[in-house]
């Protein structure tokens, strides 16, 4: 690995393609619970720590403060409020999108982390960080256990 500072940005490296290696990724013990709730019953999940009482969303095993085991999920709601957000105009090809798609962090209250999502059924112009948005999730039977059975996050009424 080279320690040398890139400071000009003309001068940073890439790989073209894909990087392919003989793993498989798994989500965890926390992770799969956290959205198999999202498959099975439309929830959205967080793991609350019995000393310190926070609640963790997306869950983890163990609290960041104390270091218990976190085994108690509560149902955080699907409400949450812009924390920070983006708009994209192009695509991971650098192609112009047809029409700019909003990414968000949407903060649950009550919880210590968040989730990064789109934001539809509102205008680039009309959304604010603050906003109070509301998961839409994908029908059941289309659902297979992925962040992405939450289709989108709306303004909430």
């Not at 409400?79 to 112009?96: L, N, P, Q, S, Y």
């Amino acid at each position: 690995m080279s320690l040398e500072k890139i400071t000009n940005p003309l001068h940073v490296r890439h790989w073209l393609g894909d990087m392919e290696a003989d793993y498989i990724y798994t989500l965890g013990v926390a992770g799969e619970h956290f959205l198999e709730e999202i498959k099975e019953n439309g929830r959205i999940m967080g793991a609350k720590c019995p000393r310190c009482n926070i609640t963790y969303v997306p869950p983890k095993m163990y609290c960041e403060k104390c270091f218990a085991k976190l085994e108690k999920w509560v149902d955080i709601g699907k409400k949450g409020v812009v924390h920070t957000f983006t708009v994209a105009t192009i695509d991971v090809d650098g192609k112009k999108l047809e029409k700019p798609v909003i990414y968000a962090l949407i903060k649950f209250e009550g919880a210590c982390g968040g989730l990064i999502h789109k934001i539809g059924e509102t205008k680039p112009e009309k959304i604010k960080i603050g906003m109070k948005v509301e998961a839409v999730f994908k029908p059941s039977f289309e659902r297979k256990a992925s962040i992405n059975d939450i289709a989108y996050f709306k303004p909430a009424e």
